[in-house]
């Protein structure tokens, strides 16, 4: 459990809950029992959050103000835990923005629920997805996506996900790991497939890879050398 005092009140938070703090308005922290408390904190420049409003809202957007500093709040909560899990590809930052901005606006009561998302522009998210498939030995980044579709980063992302039910960081991801899996043992080593995948080393590789198939990719490799 953390304690601690905001806005004139003194505040519980616990497993689970999502901490809102405005960067302009001073708090504390401290242990809320005996047993001590830890969490996982994330600092974000206004300004990306305001972008991918933008996106959500129209031009006119504002910056949501959370009036309740502890929520349970599982858009944010879930991009929290992704935040920290070391993807470190450009497009997965996109992602995480959109999310945290859908997760703020959640977070505001004082705001509509209304959106400027009508139907999403296909042939842009297509030339988009062209790209991915193309491009599965390397890190695509986000300028090449808003050069090609023709939409800026986090309209991207958000069309994306409508239109192929994936983000754009993942759909990279999932044709990545497709890429390195027919690699392995082919003659390719786990480190040589991980590389030639656009993944940074094979402890990234492995934890995707694994993530993704549930097994991992020494197993695979066994597997598929017996011809299972």
């Known amino acids: 459990m953390q304690a601690f005092a905001y806005r004139g ?25 005996e047993a001590g408390f830890g969490y996982r904190q994330l600092y974000v420049e ?25 929520t349970v709040n599982e858009t944010l909560a879930e991009a929290i835990r992704e935040a920290f899990e070391g993807y470190t590809d450009p497009l997965a930052g ?19 629920r209304t959106s400027t998302f009508t139907r999403p522009d296909v042939a842009a998210v297509e030339r988009a997805r062209q790209l991915l498939d193309a491009e599965t030995s390397r890190v695509v980044r986000s300028g090449e996506l808003e050069a090609v579709s023709g939409l800026t980063r986090f309209d991207l992302a958000r069309q994306f996900r409508a239109v192929v039910g994936a983000s ?15 690699q392995i043992g082919r003659p390719a080593t786990l480190v040589d497939a991980a590389l030639n995948a656009g993944f940074a080393d094979q402890a990234h590789f492995t934890r995707m890879f694994t993530a993704r198939y549930g097994i991992t990719p020494g197993r695979y490799r066994k597997l598929r050398s017996r011809g299972g």
């Open 46 to 70: 206004p300004s990306l959050i305001l972008a991918a409003l933008r996106e959500l809202r129209g031009e006119g957007a504002a910056l949501p103000f959370a009036r309740e500093p502890v």
């Open 94 to 112: 996109d992602e995480l923005v959109l999310r945290l901005a859908e997760g703020l606006l959640e977070a505001d009561s004082g705001i509509g």
């Open 9 to 33: 009140a003194t505040h519980w938070s616990v497993p689970g809950n999502v901490v809102v703090l405005h960067p302009d308005e001073s708090h504390d922290g401290r242990a809320g029992s």
């Open 168 to 182: 754009p960081y993942r759909y990279s991801v999932m044709r990545r790991l497709e890429a390195a899996r027919s």
